[in-house]
């Protein structure tokens, strides 16, 4: 195997042969992490006209799903197997341990965009995908079947792990009941799939606020990885720095209960409802599957306002002009300056 290279080449939209000029390109995640890069690992062998033809015929709305529902699992499956770890063995730091559990999901959302990002875009994530829509042209029509894909993939991520950890899970299960308790609560197996509060924490309104908080964060971090005039991402760096953002959200607030994601926790929830009660779907659910969306639609109406800089992106070469070289020339006849990253020249 020969050593990987990255050459990187200018970027020309007529040359991207993968729009084919319908302007449809899946956008997301991708959108940073590609930048029009060519990448050798190992010599290719030549493409055959079978391979072109079966690929051509694949439906691409079915490919796109599938990308998204394979990300959601390879997103969501480490973070809870790795609390399966910690709430099975009594919280011993030798299984895991709250920092385990960050590290799980940051590099579970890491493998998600490398290995299913340049199908779907790697939204991975439903207000993501909404946001995608209001910003960035994302097609309407797809919206729809991102969320149901990234529901499902969560689901199936739930569905995987109470099977493998079926007889433990269950020993537990019945352990809480015997003490009166449901299984859906904070230590019990429901809690390993998805979020419940402790017993104390009754102020629903301080959940929101933390739940709020959290998903902003991560979504304004999102969305500055996603800016191509942001001068400190690389290709290579996206997937890990969004996924060190969850991380640090767990690593800060795993003990107030947060969510972070609709589809991560709408997804595992419903398993949890199936295996051991409807009280899955408690007071705090509407917090934890609801909050995700206004929060990160609240962060990058932030980061569109405040941040942008839409004339660094057309002077780098990453986005034109929506007139073009006329309308370029027309806005530096009005505004008489050339302005970038906040600095007159």
Not at 153 to 170: D, I, M, N
Not at 267 to 277: L, S
Not at 298 to 316: G, H, M, N, P, Q
Request: charged residues 15%; glycine residues 8%.
């Amino acid at each position: 195997m020969s050593s990987a290279h990255i050459e990187e080449s200018e970027y020309s939209p007529n040359h991207d042969v993968r729009r084919l000029r319908t302007h449809d390109m899946e956008m997301g995640v991708t959108d940073a992490v590609q930048r029009h890069v060519k990448r050798h690992v190992i010599t290719p062998r030549p493409v055959s006209q079978r391979r072109l033809d079966f690929e051509h015929a694949r439906w691409r709305w079915l490919r796109e799903m599938a990308a998204e529902a394979m990300g959601v699992f390879f997103y969501v499956y480490p973070g809870i197997a790795s609390q399966a770890s910690f709430f099975l063995n009594g919280t011993e730091p030798a299984f895991s341990s709250i920092f385990q559990i960050g590290w799980a999901y940051a590099i579970g959302i890491a493998f998600a965009i490398i290995v299913c990002g340049s199908t779907s875009g790697g939204h991975f994530n439903p207000a993501i995908t909404i946001c995608f829509a209001i910003w960035q042209g994302f097609p309407w029509s797809k919206v729809p079947r991102y969320i149901f894909a990234q529901i499902f993939g969560s689901f199936l991520a739930g569905l995987f792990l109470v099977g493998q950890y079926h007889p433990q899970l269950t020993a537990l299960a019945a352990e809480f009941r015997s003490k009166g308790m449901s299984p859906n609560s904070l230590g019990g197996p429901g809690s390993v799939l998805c979020a419940f509060p402790a017993a104390t924490q009754t102020n629903y309104g301080y959940i929101f606020f933390i739940e709020f908080f959290v998903d902003s964060f991560i979504g304004l971090l999102i969305w500055a990885v996603l800016d191509p005039a942001n001068p400190f991402i690389s290709p290579q760096t996206a997937p890990f720095v969004i996924g060190i953002a969850y991380a640090i959200m767990v690593w800060g607030f795993a003990d107030v209960t947060i969510s972070t994601n609709l589809a991560r926790d709408l997804g595992t929830r419903i398993v949890a409802a199936i295996f051991y009660g409807g009280d899955a779907f408690t007071h705090y659910a509407p917090i934890a599957i609801l909050v995700n969306v206004p929060a990160t639609i609240f962060a990058t109406v932030v980061y569109e306002i405040i941040l942008r800089d839409s004339f660094a992106i057309i002077a780098k070469g990453h986005n034109v002009h929506e007139d073009g070289e006329e309308g370029l020339v027309r806005h530096l006849t009005k505004v008489g300056t050339l302005e970038e990253g906040g600095i007159e020249k």
